[in-house]
């Protein structure tokens, strides 16, 4: 059984940087998409990143664009999202999850999300003002 564990949130001063981590384990998949969802309070989950190894082509949402760096480490199974020059609007529970759809693109729709098999259980940054 694959699990996702997420680590790395935390409070944090606008301005500041945080590196989430995603560390999957039960993992041994070659072709998957990982994608970084987030949820505020009273708001809905949104996709803010994604990469997928069909063409290793990576997505961020225009709000984090420029600023969040989503990477890979397949030695570890472990997935990074680097965020810089954090916003409080950036405060939410984040989340990663694991697609095995192929071809292994990315795709954070609301009608895709459905379709990521599996889930961390998410973890909490907060950006304060």
């Known amino acids: 059984e694959v699990q996702l564990v997420e680590s790395g949130g935390g409070l944090v001063q606008a301005g500041g940087s945080l590196r989430l981590s995603c560390a999957a384990s039960?993992?041994?998949?070659?072709?998957?998409?990982i994608g970084w969802f987030r949820q505020a309070p009273g708001k809905e989950l949104e996709g803010i990143s994604c990469?997928?190894?069909?063409?290793?082509?990576?997505y961020y949402d225009d709000s984090v664009k420029g600023r969040f760096t989503i990477s890979s480490d397949h030695a570890k199974n472990t997935w990074y999202l680097q965020m810089n020059g954090l916003k409080p609007e950036d405060t939410a529970v984040y989340y990663c999850?694991?697609?095995?759809?192929?071809?292994?693109?990315?795709?954070?729709?609301?009608?895709?999300?459905?379709?990521?098999?599996?889930w961390g259980q998410g973890i909490q940054v907060t950006v304060s003002s």
């Open positions: 039960g993992f041994t998949f070659d072709d998957y998409a």
């Open positions: 990469i997928g190894t069909y063409d290793d082509s990576t």
């Open positions: 999850a694991l697609d095995l759809r192929l071809p292994a693109v990315c795709d954070l729709s609301p009608s895709s999300r459905a379709g990521f098999d599996y």
